[in-house]
Nanobody, 127 residues
C-alpha cells in the first residue's frame, strides 16, 4: 500500500514537498517514483529511483525537483521548487518490486499493471 501526502495549492515560484509511505512489503530492491497526470493528459513520469538506486528526472522538472528516499524505500519524497502552472496535476507514488526496467526506461514506462499505486495528491500551481 502506498499513501501520498503533501499536495496543495501554491503560486508560481513556490515549493511543495510530497511524501509517500509504503507499507505491506519491505525491501529496497525495487523501483519507486513519482508520476503525475494532468486533466486530459496521459500519466507521465516525474522522478524515479530504480532498484539500483539510479535517479531519473523528466526534462521538464530537471533542476527544480528532487527525489529522495530512506534506505529501505519505505518513505519517498519529492521536493518541488520553482513550481510552474504546468506542474499542476494529480501526483501519484508508484512502486514496482517486479519490474526489470531500470533508469530512464522505468521513468518512461512506469510500474507494471499489477504494481500498487497510491491514491494521489493534488498539486495546483497558480500564475
Amino acid at each position: 500500500k502506498l499513501v501520498e501526502s503533501g499536495g496543495g495549492s501554491v503560486q508560481a515560484g513556490g515549493s511543495l514537498r510530497l511524501s509517500c509511505t509504503k507499507s505491506g512489503y519491505t525491501g529496497g530492491d525495487h523501483c519507486m517514483g513519482w508520476f503525475r497526470q494532468a486533466p486530459g493528459k496521459e500519466r507521465e513520469g516525474v522522478a524515479t529511483i530504480d532498484a539500483d538506486g539510479d535517479i531519473e528526472y523528466a526534462d521538464s522538472v530537471q533542476g527544480r525537483f528532487t527525489i529522495s528516499a530512506d534506505n529501505s524505500k519505505n518513505t519517498l519524497w519529492l521536493q518541488m521548487n520553482s513550481l510552474k502552472p504546468e506542474d499542476t496535476a494529480m501526483y501519484y507514488c508508484g512502486a514496482d518490486p517486479w519490474t526489470r526496467l531500470r533508469g530512464r526506461a522505468f521513468l518512461l514506462g512506469g510500474p507494471g499493471e499489477f504494481a500498487p499505486w497510491g491514491q494521489g495528491t493534488q498539486v495546483t500551481v497558480s500564475s
